[in-house]
């Protein structure tokens, strides 16, 4: 029950982000929606590292010198996944005109949700595997550690849901529909986390590589979209701020209950 809670967490957050659409009657101010991004951003990055990386590193401590390595490799291989998925999956930004991806007939809708559940993959699969590594008896992994990553990500999914479902309203979507739209984008984070913490219990030697990729993966999201997204405008400053919050508040988090 505790590992079924830890995946579902980050889907809650999401959809009670989504449900704003029922509470806002305007579009979030591109202010808020800065803020929000920095510190879905600071959260991710801070999650990456204290998670997944440092654990992955530890993990091959046997490795002597060379215990950078497995992370090393995940980690590219992570970055290398999420530019592949970018340039195949067709998406749309929600500040921008032009759809990234191969070319598609999908509506404007389709593709603004298809982006937002583009980064949460690696975030499904990250919660997957710490928990993969948790039911592995791996020491550098505690039910309280798992949980703080996946309560982190649930944290920062809050301001996700709200990003997805309040533009799909602007674009006069119906309030039901923009929620819906909002919980979709969401749906493939427990899916990808079942998916990984199933595959891993297979090839627990791999774990180190899995967590750096879901790190890797993270890590690109944060870097390719988020960053512009929280730095564009006047006051950009808000979004570093944030993301400095978001970062500050998952360190916490991690070393507290890890």
Known sequence: MEIFWGIL???LGTSLGAACVFFMKNTLSDLVQRALTGFAAGVMVAASVWSLLIPAIEQSQNMGKFSFLPAFVGFWIGILFLLILDHLIPHLHAKSEQAEGIKSQ??????????????????????GVIYAG???????????????????????????????????????EKR?????????????????AVL?????QFIIPALPY????????????????????????????????????GFSIMMVLDVALG
């Open 9 to 11: 967490i980050p889907f």
């Open 106 to 127: 999908l509506s404007r809708t389709t593709m603004m949700v298809l982006a937002v559940t583009l980064h949460n993959i690696p975030e499904g699969m990250a919660v």
């Open 134 to 172: 948790f039911l592995a008896g791996n020491t550098q992994i505690t039910a309280a550690s798992a949980f703080a990553l996946s309560l982190g990500i649930a944290i920062q999914n809050f301001p996700e849901g709200a990003i997805i479902s309040m533009p799909l309203r602007a674009e006069g």
């Open 176 to 192: 039901s529909k923009a929620f819906l739209g909002g919980v979709l984008s969401g749906i493939v984070e427990p899916i990808g």
């Open 196 to 200: 990984t913490l199933l595959a891993a």
């Open 210 to 245: 899995l967590l750096s990729f879901a790190a890797g993966a993270m890590l690109y999201v944060v870097v390719e979209e988020m960053i512009p997204e929280m730095s564009q405008g006047q006051h950009s400053n808000v979004g570093t701020i944030f993301f400095a919050v």
